[in-house]
């Protein structure tokens, strides 16, 4: 590198460090404040305490709604995993007009702003006449993340290539057999890290949500309505336990994504 | 039923689903309203409100302008970093990558009000400005306005265009860099001619990413941007809440439905054209 170039990547890693300052800070000040009191406006530095979070385990309402979180999530992984494998698995066999067709209208709610698939499926709901329940959540979580699920393991299963489907068919395995015993073992690494992401994404979900549920509300939504009122210490606790848990689920999902790219690569 | 038609009855549950809704909507959007329920009669009266009242008009056009300006900020600051990632030795890629991805996955509600509470008037920002001496007392400019808007939208969106522009920039293969530099090309020119080029579909990709995303957004208006931050995602909104005309949001909804398609099938047009390059 010329020095000029190396001025330039100076250059840039403060433009980075500076940019990362600035997204982490008003995650890293919530963290903060939830171990320091807070009264009139005013932060008390001299006082350590954890009372916030004695505070959130008495807050019954939030632990409902982080339950409907949580069950909301959890369906929308299965959910997406079984849909997304299906047609994944079909458009790598057989591509094609119809498998195109599918690929586009399952990227639309991914690719366009949330308001349009929330408004679009809060009045198809009111139209035929469902009531707002957790299961339009979920619904509308589904059709949410489904393109990136169906993306990553489409993706993989072409890195797998098909002559290993061709040689366990033609050594007689059924379509099930194969799929079972040679393609989801090499599969799994992006199993996982798609559910993982679909979950994060499904958890903290807002703009879609909010069209779609009716008392029964999922976190976000819940936090949204308390901030509108004002907002309490126990908050901040919260939403530090989740941050600790979503990080730790990030970094477990990159390091699996890793594993398989390492795996895809010496295979190669 | 033979294989094929299962086949296309599982197709056919994604799509409906999707399409469905879409096409009923499409559909509202020439209703009328009258009292508190919607009257299924065909007109484009709720089109012509919106092309001819210039209140609306001119929130999309602001919007639409506010929009680009989060997605240039996004385009730029997220260059900068997937390049310099990409510049950094292989071993340092990973862990910056996914420092890049964890703010995505940080709560979208939670990052807006502590967004608030750093640019309010008790915040940090003025307390930090206060002490080292650029303001003499706290201002209220930093909240409930459209700069507001902008600069929590730029938080929130800009890490959706740094993975796009660094998978690109890693595709390209180092001979070919090796190449620009033997025929004796100067580093800026490699970057002009070679590296530039063949990252220009990841970044058309982050770019539309953040401009659809702050185009729709409603929350974030509502959180930062107080009485004066009106955009065109709040105001769809709006007609689903306070004034309850569903038809005229389904209206307003299919313009940004429209709006968005057609960025959409421009970033695709950019990315197809260069990737054949």
Redesign the interface.
């Known amino acids: 590198m ?1 020095w ?2 190396r001025s ?2 100076v250059f ?2 403060i ?2 460090a500076v ?2 300052s ?6 890293v ?2 963290c903060v404040l939830s171990f320091f009191p807070i009264s009139l ?2 932060v008390d530095w001299g006082t350590f305490s954890i009372d916030a979070y004695v505070q959130l385990f008495e807050n019954a309402d939030i632990f409902h709604a982080l339950g409907n979180t949580l069950i909301v999530g959890l369906s929308t992984v299965v959910a997406t995993l079984v ?1 997304g494998t ?2 994944a698995w ?1 458009a790598c066999r057989k591509g094609g007009r ?2 195109q ?2 690929e586009f ?2 990227f ?2 991914f ?6 698939t929330g ?6 709901f009111q ?1 035929i006449g469902i009531d707002r329940t957790l299961v339009t959540v979920t ?1 509308g979580h589904i ?1 949410f993340v ?1 393109a990136l699920v169906y993306r990553m393991l489409l993706n993989r299963l072409k890195v797998l290539g098909t002559s290993i489907i061709e040689a366990s068919q033609d050594l007689g395995a059924s379509g099930w057999q194969t799929f079972r015993y040679v393609v989801f073992p090499g599969l799994r690494p992006a199993v996982v890290t798609s559910a993982v992401l679909a979950f ?1 994404l499904s958890f ?1 979900e ?2 879609i949500t ?2 779609l549920s009716g008392g029964e509300q999922t976190l ?1 939504i819940r ?2 309505a308390m ?1 509108r009122v004002g ?1 309490s210490q126990d ?1 901040n606790a919260l ?1 530090t336990l ?2 600790t848990s ?2 730790a ?3 477990f999902a ?1 390091m699996m994504f ?1 594993g398989r790219k390492m795996a895809g690569g010496s295979a190669t | 039923m033979s294989e094929r038609m299962i ?2 009855l ?2 056919a ?3 409906i ?6 096409a ?2 499409l559909v ?1 959007g020439f209703w009328r309203v009258d009292g508190s329920s919607m009257v299924a009669d065909f007109s484009l009266a709720n089109y012509v409100t919106f092309f001819t009242n210039p209140t609306y008009k001119t929130v999309l056009i602001k919007t639409m302008y506010l929009a680009a300006e989060v997605a240039l900020v996004s385009i730029v ?1 997220g260059y ?2 997937a ?3 990409w ?1 950094c030795p292989r071993a340092a890629h ?1 862990p ?1 990558l ?6 995505l ?7 807006l ?3 608030r ?2 640019l309010g008037f ?1 915040g ?1 920002l003025n307390s930090l400005l206060v002490a080292i001496g650029i303001l003499d007392h706290p201002s209220t400019i930093f909240l409930f306005n459209q700069t507001a808007i902008l600069i929590a939208m730029s ?1 929130v969106y ?2 959706f265009a740094i993975l796009p522009v660094y998978l690109t920039l890693e595709r390209i293969p180092e001979s070919l860099l090796h190449a620009s530099s033997d025929l004796g090309a100067s ?1 800026w020119q490699t970057f002009r001619y070679v590296v530039l080029p063949s990252s220009l579909p990841g970044t058309v990709v982050g770019g539309m990413f953040s401009y ?2 702050a ?5 974030t208006p509502q ?1 930062v941007g107080g009485v004066q931050g009106f955009t065109f ?1 709040r105001v ?2 709006s007609q ?1 809440g306070m004034a309850f005309d ?1 038809p005229f ?2 209206a307003m ?1 299919t313009v ?2 429209f709006l ?2 057609i960025v ?1 099938g421009i970033a695709g047009k950019i990315v197809k054209k260069a990737e054949n390059i």
Not at chain 1, 22 to 27: F, K, N
Not at chain 1, 119 to 124: A, G, I, P, Q
Not at chain 2, 17 to 22: H, M, N, R, T, Y
Not at chain 2, 98 to 103: D, E, F, L, N
Request: net charge positive.
């Open positions: 010329s000029r170039e330039v990547h840039l890693g433009v980075t940019t990362f600035i997204l982490y800070a008003p995650i000040l919530v406006h005013k849909i299906t047609l079909r119809a498998s067709i599918v209208a399952i639309l709610p690719l366009l702003p949330p308001i349009i408004l679009s499926l809060l009045t198809f139209q619904i059709l489904l994060a903290d807002t703009l909010v069209f976000p936090l949204w901030i907002f908050i939403v989740i941050l979503s990080i689920m990030t970094v990159a890793r | 086949w296309l599982i197709y549950v994604p799509v689903a999707i399409c469905g809704p879409l009923n909507f509202i600051i900068s970093i390049y310099f990632v510049k990973y910056l996914v420092m890049s991805t964890i703010p996955l940080m709560s979208y509600i939670i990052k009000y502590a967004i509470s750093i008790d940090f938080i800009l890490p580093a659809i995303l185009l729709g957004d409603f929350v959180m995602g769809i909104w689903f569903w949001g389904a909804s940004l439905l968005s398609l959409i």
